[in-house]
């Protein structure tokens, strides 16, 4: 029987300002990338996330970013070495705190937004932050783009890689994610999704944007928490997979 991990961006509120559903989306995945305060959450909010996630037995990632709350983490940034190794490990270590309070640790890290995206093919800023996580703990898991060039690199220098692909987001022919300023980059309804993450678990296919069918295998799904149709998709995923005889667990109790 085959098995995924879903997993999510969670803690992502600030203060008074919401940003998504956390308690619908812990009830339904099984890994959380939490957000460390640098594009987005709040110390108590993270918290609240952190022990809900403890309660559940859901395992708790660093949801780790570019030093951009005005911008959501999304604007492309050029931090020196020093800057992006130190950022790294800050946030890994703030999570690990709260983590700790909260009764969980912190099992693996998934980059946000654009450096997530700019890591995966660039090597000189995807170098500093597999040496910020080895700096705090080499046994950390790496969370990245399926078939980016990253995979490789993290994995020569001796991290652990979960590849992931993504329910929501449309795919370039070469793999990569659609640019959020296109239309079509993020897909809305929860039965498509449902269809395509299917045949991905079942057939490690996809269809790009352009109609193409694409190879990607992944070990892990991401639902953004933060489109309003996340829990309708995340529900429907997990539904359509266990129908299907899919196994949904994290790849942290997979490994283990």
């Not at 780790?64 to 050029?78: A, E, K, Q, S, T």
């Not at 983590?99 to 170098?127: C, E, F, S």
Request: glycine share 10%; proline share 4%; aromatic share 4%.
């Amino acid at each position: 029987m085959a098995a995924i991990d879903l997993n999510s961006d969670l803690g992502e509120s600030f203060g008074p300002w919401p940003m998504g559903d956390d308690a619908a989306m812990l009830a339904t995945v099984t890994s959380a990338n939490i957000a460390c305060g640098f594009h987005a959450g709040d110390p108590s909010g993270i918290l609240t996330v952190l022990k809900e996630a403890t309660r559940r037995g859901v395992a708790v990632g660093a949801h780790i970013g570019y030093r951009d709350l005005v911008g959501f983490g999304r604007r492309n940034m050029d931090p020196s070495s020093a800057e992006l190794v130190g950022d790294t490990i800050y946030q890994i270590g703030a999570l690990q705190g709260l983590a700790k309070a909260a009764g969980t640790r912190v099992r693996y890290v998934k980059p946000h937004g654009a450096l997530y995206n700019t890591i995966a093919n660039d090597a000189r800023q995807a170098a500093d932050v597999i040496e910020g996580i080895k700096a705090v703990d080499p046994n950390l898991v790496l969370m990245a783009l399926a078939g980016a060039p990253i995979v490789a690199q993290a994995r020569e220098a001796g991290l652990t890689v979960v590849c992931e692909a993504f329910a929501d987001r449309a795919y370039n022919v070469d793999g990569s994610l659609v640019s959020r300023r296109l239309d079509g980059s993020v897909i809305h309804d929860p039965q498509a999704v449902a269809e395509r993450m299917l045949r991905m678990v079942t057939e490690s296919r996809v269809v790009a944007i352009d109609g193409t069918e694409i190879a990607l295998d992944a070990h892990s799904i991401c639902i953004h928490g933060d489109t309003p149709a996340a829990v309708a998709i995340a529900r429907t995923l997990r539904q359509t997979l266990e129908a299907r005889g899919v196994e949904l667990k994290s790849f942290v109790d997979m490994s283990s």
